[in-house]
């Protein structure tokens, strides 16, 4: 569409993970070591974490595009399953018929496969993205999996990747021995801003850009403060704004671009999402989960229901003292009355009752 336009070989902002686009920020690069570490020195479990669209998937597909036919990997990308639909994933990975098989069968193949895998003197790796959607009797068969080893090593080597959730659970009392066996835990932070520049430019290049100045200087902080520095974000601006520039005949894409870009996409800023996302969390752990279905008008109401609890529970000491005045009065008319009735019947003159000092 815009190729020809800003002289490119290629799309630089696809969201699909593309390794030939990767960009090793400072948080990437030890992420991808610390992989590497738990796989070359079979040295058993690893957690990877990060933030919706922050790189994770691309970075487990630049480590498989590194590994030799020595190392056997199981790679697990659908999650939704229970403990014996992810040992028939991780079997059939691994080039075994699983399926009509009990689960008591399934385990006793996979541990002679594994066996007999590093008889071979070949290793057994088992990579576990969107690991924050396994169910915690999943993540009990990992950890026993994980169990198995020699004198020496490991033989079978575990990374768990996924979003910040699954630091959650592993901090769980009920996944306390699974903890215990992670070796190494580390959590790939967002793009700083100097970061998001270089990762522009980076993808640029790759698609073939000719030009340093395709995006003007002014439109970065623009695009950080919408994306937070998160990589999938970022392609989706930019590519957004590409357009743009393209469809007004533009030749930059400078800070009026991108405002038009967000406007196309209807964004608020990074920091203002993030806090609705953090309420509606805070929403859900009170209700339960908000259904897909018409989840945006629910979200709404419960909200608003929220809202208007935290601002009855703000009036209740002010009615508290209403009401305890109200209590009082109550007791001042009833003396009062009691007066004027003791007064019409004995013909004296009213003496009106002390009010006690509120």
Request: hydrophobic share 40%; with cysteine; charged share 25%.
């Amino acid at each position: 569409m815009y190729i020809e336009h800003f002289d490119l070989k290629e799309y630089p902002f696809q969201l699909t993970p593309d390794t030939g686009f990767m960009y090793m920020s400072e948080a990437h690069a030890r992420a991808k070591a610390y992989m590497d570490y738990t796989i070359w020195n079979r040295d058993g479990f690893m957690v990877i974490t990060g933030e919706v669209g922050s790189g994770k998937t691309t970075l487990i597909q630049q480590l498989l595009s590194e590994l030799d036919d020595s190392v056997l990997v199981a790679k697990i990308f659908q999650t939704q399953l229970d403990d014996t639909e992810f040992l028939q994933a991780v079997l059939v990975e691994y080039g075994l018929n699983p399926f009509n098989a009990k689960k008591v069968e399934l385990l006793d193949m996979l541990n002679t496969f594994l066996i007999e895998t590093h008889a071979r003197f070949k290793q057994a790796v088992l990579i576990v993205d969107e690991a924050h959607n396994l169910p915690v009797s999943v993540l009990e068969e990992i950890r026993m999996l994980s169990g198995l080893e020699t004198e020496k090593e490991k033989i079978l080597n575990v990374i768990l990747v996924g979003q910040p959730q699954l630091n959650e659970m592993l901090e769980s009392s009920d996944l306390e021995q699974l903890l215990q066996r992670i070796r190494l835990r580390y959590h790939i932070r967002a793009l700083t801003q100097n970061e998001t520049r270089e990762y522009i430019k980076h993808r640029l290049r790759v698609a073939g850009v000719k030009r340093e100045d395709l995006f003007a200087a002014n439109a970065i902080p623009l695009i950080f403060k919408y994306t937070g520095g998160i990589p999938r974000l970022i392609n989706t601006l930019c590519d957004t704004a590409l357009t743009c520039a393209y469809a007004d005949d533009l030749k930059t894409v400078d800070e009026s671009v991108i405002r038009t870009a967000v406007s196309e996409l209807q964004w608020p800023t990074y920091e203002k999402r993030q806090k609705t996302y953090e309420e509606k969390g805070k929403i859900e752990r009170h209700h339960g989960p908000i259904a897909k279905s018409g989840e945006e008008e629910m979200y709404r109401h419960l909200r608003r229901s929220t809202e208007n609890m935290e601002q009855i529970a703000e009036l209740v000491p002010l009615l508290n003292g209403i009401s305890n005045r109200l209590i009082s009065i109550e007791g001042y008319l009833k003396r009062v009355a009691d007066c004027l009735e003791k007064d019409s019947r004995g013909g004296g003159v009213v003496k009106m009752p002390a009010q006690k000092k509120q």
